[in-house]
């Protein structure tokens, strides 16, 4: 067990998007110094960082210099190059743990690794060719869904299947690269779960958030999600399940699907080992934040609040949306996040909303 | 009315203590960027800023070229050189409106303006000589203040006189500058009211707090004051009349002293022309902080939400109390805020923290 950073250290996060200019208000607020280190120019969390590196991924002698410099490490994306978290490793410790990122990175491992611990997943089989992706369809059933082992997020790298003839066309479409074949769960809904982790194994966690996606990405989240007692139980054992077996340490978001007309039974999607999308809502609605949480995590302080004093609603600005933060800003009862990011291209997250309600 | 200044513009502070720190940390969840003027290295506020100018308050210069790269100037302190605003404003628009700030600094020109509205104060008198504070003692009655006309704050500036004979030491152990005598209110409380007026003259308000001072420096915060609706309307009233008399745009605080044994009425003792201390419980119980409705107010957008979520109270962190940070942090129910200050002198406000209660 390591002590406390005190206030004053320096957090070094790898990336520079909106997750971590988030991180970087959370940090100020304890009275702790950010370094973003990003492989672009002017990354959003750039803004409001102490200190910045521009530097590629694989840049050993550029990390092992940022590692030198702050007094832990983090992340926040998810397919950060594990050489890059081993490099940055020899000079500073690096939570959350690099296993959870090699977990996280292959969709192969990541259900191996989940059906090992006797956690429920979606139906699956490896596949590295045409004749691997034939024989495995007619197990799996139709729909199916063909997803990239590795690089896939907001839905891209990913193909439904309907019919056996659709085999190859689907194959190519994702370059035949390593893949997974899955088999396409029925839900009444997708909640996750964001938890966090402290050095000492201190498991707290948020609500459960009831998400929606639109062409793939998340569009809103709610808490809380509409489903019973029982069901919030199972859904934090799971994720605490999953914390407790990467012996994680910060915040860690697991997504599932409430298997349609069986209230409890839960089917895990994704494991994200960072701050997630669908806990966004915490910011306003939580005293402290998943923002503030996983700094706390990592700089090994005690965990904050993570109960709730307010219902709350999240929603997405994505793309030209953005061109709209007038509406945002005067909507009663909400609040407005932007990422400071300058071109609004299609898909891409450009900030969010939280409206609140009292507590039910 | 000026055009709302987009996302991605430059909000420019002269200051870089906590209140800039805080300002910085409320325009990034708009998208906007900070740039922060300070005549210190390393203040608190840089570690957030996306630029930063070390320069005096004097070097019309530096001021110049730092109000041609922002949008807009605002101020975190409010002894600021009037000639300083003057400087600034020839490149950039600047709010508060310099007025609020020469009444402000100038408690003589503070307690006239005051009076001209029909507000009102404690009974005075400007006082320039041992002659003049000789001849006024016996009308004010003791125990009197003598406070400087300018430069006070956090108690600083002033000495209580408890007799005739007291008056040349008085004066001796201020300096001799100009002052004001001023008679003791007997009040039940200090209550102070945070209101926001926009570019249109829109005006809101904050719950009123009530304050408790500890060595002349804030100690604690609470919402709600227990004070009736009627003293409630009373005190808006009053903010409101100053903040449309000064023309003024953004973050406006006065504190108030409610009399003693006559329910509403209130006697105003200090307007301050920024965001303030006693509105820091803003931050954690009110959906839109008194941080970034300051920053919406001087950007030209919409207002946001005043309205309080939950009951708070907010007690300073002062000198060596900020080693007790473990504490704090874990405290249940509360959230910690720390401004990143690295000497923790006596007197000097390190953070703060915030208690949430259900809203009553």
Redesign the interface.
């Known amino acids: 067990m390591r002590e ?1 950073l ?3 250290s320096t957090i070094g996060i790898l990336g520079g998007g909106q997750l971590g ?1 988030m991180l ?2 959370a940090a ?7 370094h973003i280190y990003s492989d672009e120019p002017d990354p959003p969390a ?5 200190a910045r590196t521009v530097a590629g991924y694989n840049d050993a002698d550029a990390l092992l210099k940022f590692a030198g410099a702050v007094d832990v490490v983090t992340c926040e994306f998810e397919n950060v190059p594990t050489a890059a978290l081993e490099a940055a490793g020899r000079n500073a410790p690096v939570f959350p743990p690099p296993r959870a990122f090699a977990v996280a990175q292959d969709r192969l491992a990541e259900k191996d690794f989940l059906q090992e611990l006797g956690i429920a997943v979606a139906p699956f089989a490896p596949i590295g060719s045409v004749r691997e992706l034939q024989a495995a369809l007619p197990g799996i059933g139709f729909p199916a869904l063909l997803k990239t082992r590795r690089f896939g997020y907001d839905g891209k790298g990913q193909v439904m299947i309907r019919s056996q003839s659709e085999a190859e066309a689907a194959l190519d479409s994702i370059g035949h690269v390593p893949a997974v074949l899955e088999g396409v769960v029925l839900f009444e809904r997708e909640i996750s779960v964001v938890a966090v982790r402290a050095q000492d194994g201190t498991l707290h966690f948020y609500d459960p958030s009831e998400n929606v996606h639109q062409d793939g990405i998340l569009a809103r989240s709610r808490v809380p999600a509409p489903i019973s007692a029982t069901c919030v139980f199972e859904a934090r054992k799971i994720a605490g399940k999953i914390a407790n077996a990467l012996s994680y340490v910060g915040v860690i978001c697991v997504e599932m699907f409430q298997r349609m007309g069986d209230g409890s039974a839960l089917v895990v999607n994704e494991i994200a080992p960072r701050v997630h999308n669908s806990g966004h809502w915490t910011l ?1 609605a939580c ?2 934040s998943q923002f503030e949480n996983h700094i ?1 995590a990592i700089a090994g ?2 965990l ?2 993570t109960s709730r ?2 219902d709350a609603v999240m929603a997405n600005i994505i793309g030209a949306d ?1 061109d709209r ?2 509406d945002f ?2 909507a ?11 071109e609004a291209r299609p898909g891409r997250k450009m ?1 969010h909303f ?1 409206r ?1 309600y ?1 507590k039910t």
């Open positions: 406390a005190p206030p004053g200019r970087a208000v100020s607020r304890l009275g702790l110094k950010i750039f803004a409001v960082a102490a306003d005293l402290v706390r302080w005690p904050g609040e004093h307010s953005a933060w007038r800003a005067s009663e009862g909400t609040s407005l996040h932007l990422y400071g990011k300058e900030g939280i609140l009292p």
